[in-house]
């Protein structure tokens, strides 16, 4: 075991998730098997379609922004969580060639105690405006709603995550599994600011955020 790999089971994560992998390794694996998310069959049943239902969040991000808010009073940086846990999901599909229309589902898991009613309220808000503001850049996205589970006894302040959920057609699949040598990679910086971001985006996005508070 690697020394980071020890720090993150000391901290109670998992870094290459071998345990998940362990689990799934005897099921389908979609009619692409090599590609970054599973694919599975239309849900329309159209031989030349497929479909995608995917799931991630923003992880432990939901903590550093309670932090944040505690100490200044910005209700709004919980904003910030929502879309990096949409974006977590749109990364993902994106990887396998879907830009499409894409339904978009919310899971919120929060103690009450702690987390009040305004949050809730800037939380879902956030959803369907940044589903909006996707649509208007190019990636047609529909809130359809979601789960908030008042769960106190397992969770501290808030968990943020989200599914979506798509279909394309099966010629547009990008398949990883057949990268092969001399083949061009394309890969975009996830820091600096866009022309639609209105601040300079430090690129952490919602990985390895445990080892950043705990393990530095």
């Not at 908030?148 to 990883?176: C, E, P, Q, Y």
């Amino acid at each position: 075991m690697s020394d980071n790999d020890n720090i993150y089971s000391q901290l109670g994560v998992s870094s290459k998730k071998e345990d998940v992998h362990k689990a799934i390794e005897r099921l389908d694996k979609g009619l692409f098997p090599g590609s970054f998310c599973k694919i599975v069959q239309d849900v329309n049943n159209r031989e030349d379609y497929c479909s995608i239902f995917h799931a991630d969040g923003a992880g432990t991000k939901s903590s550093l922004a309670y932090m944040f808010f505690k100490e200044t009073g910005d209700i709004n940086i919980f904003r910030n969580v929502v879309k990096d846990a949409i974006v977590m999901n749109t990364d993902d599909i994106l990887c396998v060639g879907a830009m499409g229309n894409v339904f978009l589902s919310n899971n919120l898991g929060r103690n009450s105690k702690y987390v009040s009613a305004d949050i809730i309220q800037i939380i879902i808000d956030e959803y369907y405006e940044y589903s909006k503001k996707l649509t208007e850049l190019g990636l047609n996205v529909i809130m359809c709603g979601g789960e908030t589970a008042d769960v106190g006894d397992i969770v501290k302040t808030l968990l943020l995550d989200a599914s979506v959920f798509t279909s394309m057609k099966r010629k547009h699949i990008i398949n990883a599994a057949n990268i092969q040598a001399n083949d061009v990679i394309v890969g975009l910086a996830s820091y600096g600011k866009s022309s639609f971001e209105d601040e300079y985006n430090s690129g952490i996005g919602s990985n390895g955020l445990t080892l950043a508070r705990h393990g530095t």
